[in-house]
């Protein structure tokens, strides 16, 4: 069996696109997903599942909670081993002038194309910093993230692929979860 991490984009926000995490999980146990566990309101879902591409799952829990919830959510999966080298290859984590409580990683569901990538790399965010890496931005938003230009939206519509953005503490979080989740 193997650990992954699916991320969904956009539920729970404002008081759109509302889903209970309890009501997630029985989703996930019926799509006959194992050891479901789940993270803050937000839709992260840690669970184990015979090997399969991660592509093919997100769009499984995605057309599941179509069916289930009548709305579309964007799901990004990832196998425990990539989060762990996402973790790993954050850039501003070793850089100790910078408080982690200003780092967050947006999760790509797809590599970008370079161009895509150098563009973004042409904008001026300010104090804003960015640093792309295979399907994962890490960002530093010193004032804040939610006064940050750095958004889910700009991302996507930046790079052309769909993104979710959690903060540090999650995706350590999520990570510790994973590692600990039972056979």
Not at 84 to 111: C, M, W
Not at 157 to 178: D, F, G, H, P
């Amino acid at each position: 069996m193997t650990t992954y991490i699916s991320i969904l984009r956009g539920i729970n926000v404002s008081g759109h696109r509302i889903i209970k995490m309890d009501v997630l999980r029985e989703m996930f146990e019926q799509l006959k997903f194992k050891n479901v566990k789940s993270y803050i309101q937000s839709g992260n879902i840690i669970f184990k599942f015979k090997n399969t591409e991660p592509i093919k799952l997100s769009a499984k829990i995605s057309d599941s909670i179509n069916e289930t919830f009548g709305f579309d959510v964007p799901v990004i999966v990832l196998e425990l081993k990539d989060v762990e080298r996402i973790i790993k290859s954050n850039p501003f984590s070793k850089e100790t002038e910078i408080d982690p409580a200003h780092l967050h990683v947006t999760f790509l569901s797809d590599i970008p194309d370079n161009n895509h990538v150098k563009k973004l790399s042409e904008i001026d965010f300010k104090k804003d910093k960015f640093y792309h890496k295979d399907n994962a931005v890490y960002l530093y938003c010193p004032d804040k993230y939610s006064n940050s230009k750095l958004t889910n939206g700009f991302i996507e519509n930046k790079l052309k692929v769909t993104a979710t953005t959690r903060n540090w503490k999650t995706v350590n979080e999520l990570l510790k979860i994973a590692q600990n989740i039972e056979d």
